[in-house]
DNA sequence: GTTGAAAATGCTAGCCT
DNA sequence: AGGCTAGCATTTTCAAC
């Protein structure tokens, strides 16, 4: 499938996707072709989902993060997926084991949007019960990185 | 500070960082310089943090996501951090408010992998005691797209 | 996987508004 | 001051080996 080579290019790119192709070949003892063909065939093959920015969300006007767990009616699931992969605001939705069975990661500008945030999903019946942390600080947020 | 053309350039390249400056140019109606001017900016000012991947866990042979709540103790609160920033598994690691400490995901091949590192962190006094929650499925991990 | 040449892209400087 | 145009340098892509 992958071999150590794909993994060190991958690691190099997630460092930095702007990297040159020829500047990675001589990290790795390639040429600039064979590692432009392995980069393509890691993204075919879905190993590389996307080129995309680390964004710092206090910049964007987002600098509340909040962690909440969730209860979703068995009969409402559907429409909360669909709903959790479209709203802007999430950037993580997780099924889990334990007491609960959602961990959302939500970004907002402040309390009064994570508080609009459950407000419209109570509202909608999309979750029946939650329990809200909050991050004080985040002491990494790292792309996962080959190793 | 920031305007919505660059919020504009950023969600652009979230969505697709391997686009041409002349690409984002003719999206945001403004000339490629302009625009190469405006990226540069954004990194400068360190809204745009890095050019990264979304690598898929699973190609790397980390399956398993682990959701540990933890608490540190004070004593060790920074030899914790320490540990936190440079252990390659660790994807996120928040400070929260609530009945925990700390909020760590965890990547790793297995089951065995997660109780290693409970073992190695408690065994090294930097956890005294958590909590772990398993991620049955992941609905989304979006990067943070500026809108 | 490699090499080398053609095409596309990004960079920079000077001009214009 | 910030955006535009054009020419130069780099990078990516593609074909033949």
Redesign the interface.
């Known amino acids: 499938?992958?071999d150590d080579i794909d993994?060190e290019i991958?690691g190099l790119?997630?460092?930095?996707?702007?990297r040159s192709l020829t500047e990675v070949a001589g990290q790795v003892g390639l040429s600039t072709s064979a590692v432009n063909e392995r980069v393509r065939r890691l993204v075919a093959?879905?190993?590389?989902?996307?080129?995309?920015?680390?964004?710092?969300?206090e910049?964007?006007g987002?600098p509340v993060?909040a962690?909440i767990w969730a209860d979703v009616p068995h009969a409402r699931e559907e429409a909360f997926?669909a709903f959790?992969?479209s709203h802007?605001g999430?950037?993580?939705?997780?099924?889990?084991?334990?007491a609960w069975s959602y961990?959302i990661h939500l970004?907002a500008a402040n309390l009064d949007g994570v508080e609009a945030f459950l407000g419209q999903m109570k509202g909608d019946g999309l979750i029946a019960r939650s329990e809200t942390?909050?991050?004080?600080?985040?002491?990494?947020?790292?792309?996962?990185?080959?190793?």
């Open positions: 499938m992958i993994r991958a790119l997630a460092e930095d996707a702007r093959q879905g190993v590389i989902r996307r080129f995309t920015l680390d964004v710092a969300p910049a964007l987002l993060l962690l997926r959790a992969t802007p999430i950037t993580e939705c997780h099924h889990v084991t334990g961990l970004r942390m909050l991050a004080l600080s985040t002491l990494r947020t790292a792309p996962l990185v080959p190793r």
